[in-house]
């Protein structure tokens, strides 16, 4: 099993940047696929993006490629999401959540396990 701690969020204006982290327990963090996925009041969780064990693979939403990277450090047991030119519209609860599949999964159906979130206001 893995235990995931999200953080880094944080109430910021449109056109900043921020730095979400997930940290994981375990040893064996690095046989993981981690992904992130936002929840907007009133909306269903999204995909925002994944990143394989490895790191080789990632994919992103339309809706935030270009603007946010994923980014793991296997060493440290911690995946990053950095989020440049935040919009209004990203403005929800962010999730990492982890799997061991051979496929790197963009729902949120895929993933065995969740953190706690961590919140991202971005103000207009």
């Known amino acids: 099993q893995v235990q995931l701690v999200e953080s880094g969020g944080g109430l910021v204006q449109a056109g900043s940047s921020l730095r979400l982290s997930c940290a994981a327990s375990g040893r064996t963090f690095s046989t993981y696929n981690v992904g992130w996925f936002r929840q907007a009041p009133g909306k269903e969780r999204a995909f925002v993006a994944v990143?394989?064990?490895?790191?080789?693979?990632?994919s992103y939403s339309d809706s935030v490629k270009g603007r946010f990277t994923i980014s793991r450090d296997n060493a440290k047991n911690t995946v990053y999401l950095q989020m440049n030119s935040l919009k209004p519209e990203d403005t929800a609860d962010y999730y990492c959540?982890?799997?061991?599949?051979?496929?790197?999964?963009?729902?949120?159906?895929?993933?065995?396990?969740w953190g706690q979130g961590t919140q991202v206001t971005v103000s207009s």
């Open positions: 959540a982890a799997d061991r599949s051979a496929v790197i999964f963009t729902t949120a159906q895929g993933y065995d396990f």
């Open positions: 990143i394989s064990s490895s790191g080789g693979r990632t």
